[in-house]
């Protein structure tokens, strides 16, 4: 394991470049290794094909090498951390953004079907895979949550509904959107402008932005303090996952811009509406707990969606620019 | 006091008060202030109408499907009938929700998730703008749901 930063200490790294040991030991490391991969280097190698993107088929053969079992994971320790080591306003923190996610991975997982209808046939295994992916890590969240944080339920919706009341109620905004979003495409699975403001809503925003960001504030917390060991291997997994939605779904938008230089209308008109509901909270999180503060949790929103924009090169709009800088931060992913 | 009929024209004058007088003051202090600036911001420009629909309500009291018509302009409610199908086509929105739904709304299941796992669905209208006001909208469906209304008088029919 390499040296424990602080958890905000890349908020002033900036983009870097990862040696080849360190994309090996990411790439190539099995469940048990992940728990000595960095976050910091997990997001960076997120971004690090972003400027060229690889193909379906690609990304396809990376999750067969990448895939792991969420029932491998041992959660004893982590339930005792859980319990005996963290405070009260550790937790209470914890959950306010971890719930986020507990539905988020839900979201994406039931979301995502009707968009492989209108895809090719090589982007199909590449959604298909991100699929089983989602619903894997709908399971890790099920898991953590009954195991650790001691939920009790018959099924998995039972559990979701007992974190529910840790979910903002801002959450609406970019999952129901995705929802409604979805629900255009499978009405008409063919339309290109649907699916592209469709996978503005759930690639760049919620998988590049808001996803990346809980992300790092938690794990960066966990690896920081030394707790919850399969909390940090299932969920740094869970990024490495990531980086192969967000490649594929930036790889998307992208190619449909360029084979048609107008669907950069859909994506700002997406991002107008994102935005407009990116400026509201209405729960007030205490991230201090965490080594958190609310600004540098908005700092880390803001270089999140701009690495996404620079390196697929997308540019925004004088109104859309003024709008970014009032996003408050959204306690959700997937 | 009897409660008045789920989908009756007493019900929808009764939402259409409840949709003017806005949140409680108790449920306005579970929130930030700045998420209420929002919904009255929101709330103030509304120029919207909403056709919300039931699909499937047990025969007897309208035609099936009937819409709740809500009309708001000038920082309220200006208008709240039930109305069929004809009419709903001059809604900006339009809604489809089950029976089933709208009773669980009325037992208390919230707003927010009644959009996100789609019981409630735009059927007719632009989804992007909807959403901009997306957080009055899900304020506004928790009132309607608030409003006592017998469901039990309707299963008779």
Known sequence: ?334 | MTEPGFFSQEWAVAVGEALAAGPTEGVRTDKLPMYWDFFDKVRAGYASSWALGCRDLPAGIAATPAYLHVEWGGGTVTGCRIAGMDEQQKATYVFGMDYADWRALHDGYDAQRTVMYRKILVEEGNVLEFFKGIYFFTECLGIIGRVPADFAALAVH
Request: glycine share 6%; charged share 30%; net charge negative.
């Open chain 1, 1 to 334: 394991m390499t040296e424990r930063k602080s958890p905000t200490a890349v908020l002033s790294e900036g983009p870097r470049a990862l040696s080849d040991e360190q994309v090996r030991e990411i790439e190539e490391a099995d469940l048990k290794g992940v728990l000595g991969v960095d976050i910091d280097d997990v997001i960076e190698y997120v971004h690090k094909d972003l400027k060229s993107l690889p193909d379906f088929t690609t990304l396809y053969r990376r999750y067969l090498k990448q895939r792991w079992d969420v029932y491998d994971l041992d959660f004893t320790q982590d339930k005792i951390d859980w319990a005996e080591r963290m405070t009260e306003a550790e937790r209470q923190s914890f959950l306010a953004i971890a719930s986020g996610f507990h539905h988020g991975e839900r979201q994406v997982e039931i979301e995502l079907p009707v968009f492989m209808i209108g895809a090719s046939e090589e982007e199909k295994l590449h959604i298909a895979a991100q699929i089983e992916d989602e619903a894997r890590h709908t399971v890790f969240f099920d898991r953590f949550y009954r195991e650790v944080v001691g939920l009790q339920g018959d099924d998995i919706m039972d559990i979701l509904d007992a974190s529910f009341p840790w979910v903002a109620e801002t959450f609406v905004g970019p999952f129901g959107l995705l929802a409604y979003q979805a629900d255009e495409v499978r009405k008409n699975p063919y339309d290109e402008r649907a699916r592209v403001r469709y996978g503005t809503t759930y690639f760049l925003w919620i998988e590049g932005v808001l996803a990346l960001s809980v992300m790092k504030v938690t794990l960066s917390y966990a690896r920081w303090r030394g707790f919850l060991p399969a909390y940090y291997t299932g969920f740094t997994a869970t990024c490495r996952d990531e980086s192969r939605h967000v490649q594929g779904g930036m790889k998307y938008l992208q190619d449909a811009v360029r084979k048609d230089p107008s669907m950069v209308n859909e994506i700002h008109e997406t991002l107008r509406t994102i935005l407009t509901l990116a400026g509201v909270a209405s729960r007030e999180v205490v991230y201090e707990p965490l080594g958190w503060t609310q600004e540098e949790v908005k700092l880390l929103f803001n270089q999140q969606l701009r690495r996404k924009l620079n390196d697929v090169g997308i540019r925004l709009t004088p109104d859309l620019e003024a709008m970014v800088g009032s996003v408050q931060p959204v306690l959700a992913g997937g």
